[in-house]
């Protein structure tokens, strides 16, 4: 793909440097041409006189041009004159000048800090993310790297470190004060008593729909005596009973609930201060972690979530990417309305500065040195021919252009004392 790319960008650069060097080469030979008839001319007068003075002085100029930009790439020719195809002769000496070049004034510390500094890089990774055709791409470019990245870690390793990990945090949690502090915070809501009447309502409405088996284990446990219409109006005394029962606690000044609000807030002290309910409570969160079951489920955790990520992302699904892409703009929006997340972002990027690119901005001058002096010297001709040769056939043009001027200035200013 990449070479493909290269290839394709190659082409475009090599169609206008072989027009405009065309357009060079037959501006020559016209100035060649014309020359050439000039000397056809029976009784040449002043005109035709003039003419062939500026054109051989344009060919002068147009042959001159040619022969040093030729020389920069090759030898003019293939005749090893000296001093010609500079540049491959003295590759190693530029290969050495642009790595220099590079590490001097491009990753210089003072100047890139002074860039990045002048330029609000935050702001235009929001205005990026924020556009959607990007956050597109951005969530495209995920959904692609989660299988590489899948496969290339290790099932095992991450199995175990996950349960390590997990297992490492969870045990360090305090679930007593945890624990306190959540029935505590439901407790100043109010919020315990709304969980025990759901648990009321939930009690009451379990004795309705389980009458029939009420009443058979009624029946089971009554003598073999007892006529089964005594047994079914015991149970249905029972339930009513049970059920009166938990209405009359539904209702809140009822002195269960008191109770309740007491024994409550009770636990919830002991559970922040009471050292013997604290150990209990980090002796089950022990047993809990170290049973077989939950121990098999941190195992397998890891397959779970690989499982669900390879199904997500095997099949690209639009809900996915577009969920992806939404999380994406909505970064980027965030990013672009916090001035301090800016502020902290912008820090971050010269800390990554500082420490990952100037301290190796050497190195990297040696690697640029070491690519281009590896290149063959027609490589590097071809390269560089392409980046610049179109803007030096103008220097070709450009020579044909003035050397005729020049050379037309010349004979009028030799010829026209004369007349």
Not at 255 to 261: A, G, P
Not at 275 to 283: F, G, I, K, N, S
Not at 344 to 360: D, E, G, H, Q, T
């Amino acid at each position: 793909m990449t070479t493909a790319l290269s290839a394709d960008a190659t082409d475009l650069q090599r169609q206008p440097l072989s027009r405009y060097r065309m357009v060079a080469t037959l501006m020559l030979l016209v100035m060649a041409l014309v020359f050439g008839l000039t000397h056809l001319a029976d009784a040449p007068g002043f005109w035709i006189s003039f003419l062939q003075a500026g054109t051989e002085a344009a060919m002068v100029g147009g042959l001159a041009d040619w022969f040093a930009v030729t020389a920069l790439f090759r030898h003019p020719l293939g005749l090893p004159i000296p001093h010609t195809a500079v540049l491959p002769r003295n590759k190693a000496r530029l290969a050495e000048g642009i790595g220099n070049f590079v590490e001097r004034h491009f990753l210089d510390p003072g100047l890139l800090t002074a860039k990045f500094r002048s330029i609000n890089v935050a702001m235009r990774v929001s205005n990026a993310l924020s556009r959607p055709d990007v956050a597109d791409k951005v969530a495209a470019g995920i959904i692609d790297a989660v299988p590489h990245i899948l496969n290339s870690v290790s099932d095992a390793e991450i199995r175990q470190f996950m349960a390590r990990a997990l297992e490492g945090e969870l045990k360090t949690i305090d679930l007593a004060g945890l624990t306190g502090n959540v029935l505590a915070l439901l407790k100043d809501s109010d919020r315990h008593h709304e969980l025990l009447d759901h648990g009321l309502i939930a009690a009451r409405r379990y004795l309705d729909e389980n009458r029939g088996a009420i009443f058979l284990a009624v029946e089971e446990r009554s003598q073999w005596w007892m006529p089964a219409s005594v047994d079914k109006r015991i149970a249905e005394g029972l339930i009513t009973g049970i059920s009166d029962l938990l209405g009359d606690l539904s209702h809140h000044d009822h002195q269960v609930r008191r109770d309740f609000d007491a024994a409550v807030s009770d636990f919830i002290e002991k559970l922040k201060h009471d050292p013997e309910t604290r150990r209990t409570v980090e002796e089950m969160r022990e047993k809990l972690f170290g049973s077989e079951p939950v121990q098999r489920y941190l195992a397998t955790l890891w397959d779970q979530v690989r499982t669900k990520l390879s199904e997500a992302t095997s099949a690209r699904s639009a809900p996915l990417q577009a969920a992806l892409s939404a999380a994406v703009q909505s970064l980027g929006r965030a990013l672009g309305e916090d001035a301090a997340i800016q502020k902290r972002f912008n820090k971050a990027v010269l800390v990554v500065l500082r420490s990952y690119i100037v301290p190796w901005r050497h190195e990297i001058g040696a690697f640029i040195r070491e690519v281009v002096d590896s290149w063959e010297a027609s490589t590097l001709t071809e390269r560089l021919e392409l980046e610049v040769g179109r803007d030096l056939q103008f220097i070709r043009m450009n020579g044909t252009i003035v050397g005729g001027i020049v050379g037309c200035i010349l004979f009028l200013l030799t010829e026209l004392p004369r007349l």
